[in-house]
């Protein structure tokens, strides 16, 4: 239920989404998007490239940027399958991207939406008695169930319905 301003009152006027908390569906039938489904709504079997996948979190057409740094990223965690803090610092300075683009906006987007995990462990040295937490990265299965969630939920609303006709 919609909370009710006073009269008199000014609000400001909503913006929409913020483009850090949402994804990009083009037209499911446009140039952007291979074909995932017949004629009679029957999914295909190809499937789509981590680029392909990629083009939703950070679309190519409007975070050109963003997204080749997010391809060069998951083809190197894909390859080791792991990655520690160190591995990120030689990442970021021998593709020359600035460390807030990758730190600040890929990095962050790519666990919000689920596609990487990043867990921290506390060391404490023993000559010092300092703390630090290195970082360990690895892909995350969640963006995959989050979305398949969504889709099986639609999928059963659309048969229950139909299956009501």
Known sequence: MAEEVPQGRKTIASRGIPSSESLYFPPYNGSETRRFQDNSETPTRNLWSAEEVLNFVFPRKYQERYHDV???FLALLMGKSQLGGNELASFVGENKISKATFYNRVLPRLRRVGMIKIERETV???????????MRITLSKT???????????WLAVVDESRSKQ
């Open 70 to 72: 997010a391809i060069k």
């Open 124 to 134: 404490v040295a023993l000559e010092s008695k300092r703390k630090f937490r290195p």
């Open 143 to 153: 963006f995959g169930n989050y979305l398949m969630k969504i889709g099986d939920s």
